[in-house]
């Protein structure tokens, strides 16, 4: 499957953003889809998943101000992003995961090409 990940942009802090990743290939549905980010000078870390068809999960540091949701129907996954922090700033990147709740980099097989956040504050 290949990933195309988007809709990142300048944001001032307190506002949001949703990024959008779209895949290509009919076994879309079939895979688990994550959200990693990897700031400047840090390691890539794990934002949140979404299962094929069933449940989420996110790192601690999201606090309910993300969420992941996704469209089978369109090949897309979606983080929508709320009360962005300068902290936020990073390289967003999607990937897709046969195994559901992964939040290690090992557990992704495919990855976007990233879209760049950045929060002003």
């Known amino acids: 499957v290949q990933l195309q990940a988007s809709g990142g942009g300048l944001v001032q802090a307190g506002g949001s953003l949703r990024l959008s990743c779209a895949a290509s290939?009919?076994?879309?549905?079939?895979?688990?889809m994550g959200w990693f980010r990897q700031a400047p000078g840090k390691e890539r870390e794990f934002v949140g998943g979404?299962?094929?068809?069933?449940?989420?999960w996110y790192a601690d540091f999201v606090k309910g101000r993300f969420a992941i949701s996704r469209d089978n129907a369109k090949n897309t996954v979606y983080l929508q992003m709320n009360s962005l922090k300068s902290e936020d700033t990073a390289v967003y990147y999607c990937a897709a995961s046969t195994a559901w709740g992964s939040s290690r980099l090992s557990g992704y097989d495919y990855w976007g090409q990233g879209t760049q956040v950045t929060v002003s504050s």
């Open positions: 290939g009919r076994t879309f549905s079939s895979y688990a």
């Open positions: 979404i299962g094929s068809t069933r449940g989420t």
